[in-house]
């Protein structure tokens, strides 16, 4: 049953919830946020996202950005503006090559400006505008998104890139999401990984090998890529 009222906001990491539509347990850990008219976030799975959303709703749910790029098997996605036409990746296939910029102008804005804030090295006061722009109108200006490709490329490769902070971000919720599952006296050394991502914005090797066998303590276990990460391993 589709819904006027409802838009896609966001693609996020959710546990222990369960599909807003179905009773189904998000066992994935990836879902998709619609919002509804009261600005209210409810999570959904992919299917029972699309049934929910209208036409102009389901036209919408292909630019939302997407916070979930360290969990493997995401969708792949094509760097912004290369030229790619690398449609394999089902839900990135007849999604314009404006949209796509828009996506991940938003997604990597977004990353730095909101869901990093916590996470002062992640910050970039430049964004604090568009960022607040984009809470206001829900878009931005094509000179905004012109700059924020252009900070998004020049970084690639570096902390800043954005397979990096896409990392930090996955990393930093499931490490939060593990502390729920470990007693207080087992929780010294995530603590001190979880500083060093902070104050670092990577893992180590070491560390990542470590911090995977601790996820393994969730219910329902995430694994991510530490793929974002290998900029920093390859400096050594
Ligand atoms: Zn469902």
Redesign the pocket.
């Known amino acids: 049953m589709s819904n006027a009222s409802l838009i896609p906001v966001r693609k996020d990491f959710v546990f222990d919830q369960t599909?807003h539509?179905?009773p189904?347990k998000l066992t994935s850990n990836v879902a998709v946020i619609l919002q509804d008219e009261l600005g209210q976030d409810f999570p959904?799975?992919p299917?029972?996202a699309k049934n929910a959303l209208d036409h102009e709703g389901q036209r919408l749910l292909k630019q939302i950005p997407d916070f979930t790029k360290a969990a493997p098997g995401q969708e792949n996605e094509p760097g912004a503006g290369r030229g790619s036409t690398d449609t394999r990746y089902g839900g990135s296939s007849g999604l314009g090559n404006t949209d796509r910029q828009f996506r991940r102008a938003v997604t990597y804005l977004l990353l730095r400006q909101r869901k990093l804030a916590h996470i002062p090295a992640a910050n970039y006061k430049r964004f604090s505008a568009y960022a607040d722009i984009f809470d206001q109108t829900n878009s931005l200006p094509e000179d905004s998104i012109a700059h924020l490709i252009n900070v998004e490329r020049k970084s690639g490769g570096t902390k800043f890139g954005f397979d990096s902070l896409q990392a930090v971000y996955g990393y930093d919720c499931c490490i939060n999401r593990t502390f729920l599952s470990l007693p207080a006296e087992k929780q010294d050394w995530l603590k001190d990984v979880q500083t060093s991502l902070r104050k670092r914005l990577y893992l180590t090797e070491a560390q990542a090998k470590g911090v995977e066998n601790w996820f393994k303590y969730i219910p329902g276990h995430q694994p991510l890529s530490p793929k974002g990460f290998q900029w920093a391993w390859k400096q050594k």
Do not use: H, L, N, Q
């Open positions: 599909c539509a179905c189904r959904y799975g299917v029972c």
